[in-house]
């Protein structure tokens, strides 16, 4: 015949040991879940590198209009779109699988045709000096004086050939540059003015936020800071 503390010590005992059980599978469940969430993590990073690669591939096209596609059949959707940033581009890339998304960025250009400008140097009555194995390749528009060989450390280095491509006379001026390449009129914009940057705080903007317009009048930035991201996020 057990005593009534013996049959309360008992249920005690079951209870902690049920209590731990039930937590040893409760942390086993989320191990699993966990460890699926890795997976699912990697799996769609490498698929958005891979749909990267392949949107890059068909850029042309990603002008028109955006574009999705299933690369692998695996499920994950990946999408592009192409935006204007200056004078780069910027190609936008996501995969989505259930409620996961990954998005990445990319700054693009364009591929340099053979006859391409590789420097315009205003015509300022000096000439451009270069020294050691320095060399420009491409098309350039010099002052009167051109080129001549440079000193460092009293020695001058001499290069056989610092230009690979034609000269033409540059002018007083720059060329003006083409406004359409800042043209933002398809875009939803934020807007600030310059005096509303404080000196000690850094702005960040991404490229899947809406682009930022500082409207500005001095030629000078002084101890302003911003940046853009362009990596992957989650």
């Not at 040991?17 to 993590?41: A, D, K, P």
């Not at 996501?94 to 053979?114: H, V, Y």
């Amino acid at each position: 015949m057990l005593k009534a503390g013996s049959i309360a010590y008992a249920i005690f005992i079951c209870i902690v040991v049920g209590i731990f059980c039930y937590s040893l599978v409760i942390m086993s469940s989320y191990s699993r879940i966990h460890q699926t969430m890795l997976l699912t993590y990697t799996e769609l990073i490498s698929n958005n590198e891979s749909a990267q690669h392949y949107f890059l591939n068909h850029i042309d096209t990603l002008e028109e209009e955006d574009t999705s596609t299933d690369l692998f059949d695996n499920g994950i959707m990946s999408s592009a779109v192409v935006l204007p940033w200056g004078f780069y581009k910027v190609l936008l890339t996501a995969s989505r699988f259930k409620n996961d998304t990954i998005r990445q960025s990319m700054l693009i250009g364009e591929k340099q045709e053979d006859n391409a400008l590789a420097l315009y140097l205003t015509d300022n009555s000096k000439a451009l000096f270069m020294v050691d194995d320095a060399q420009i390749l491409g098309n350039v528009f010099l002052p009167k004086k051109g080129i001549k060989e440079g000193y460092i450390t009293s020695n001058a280095y001499r290069n056989t050939k610092y230009l690979s491509g034609s000269k033409s006379v540059s002018k007083s001026s720059l060329r003006e540059i083409n406004p359409s390449v800042f043209d933002y009129a398809n875009q939803e914009l934020d807007r600030m003015n310059y005096k509303e940057l404080k000196d000690s705080v850094r702005y960040y903007q991404s490229f899947f936020e809406k682009t930022l317009v500082i409207n500005i009048k001095e030629v000078l930035l002084q101890q302003k800071s911003l940046y853009w991201q362009y990596y992957f996020r989650i």
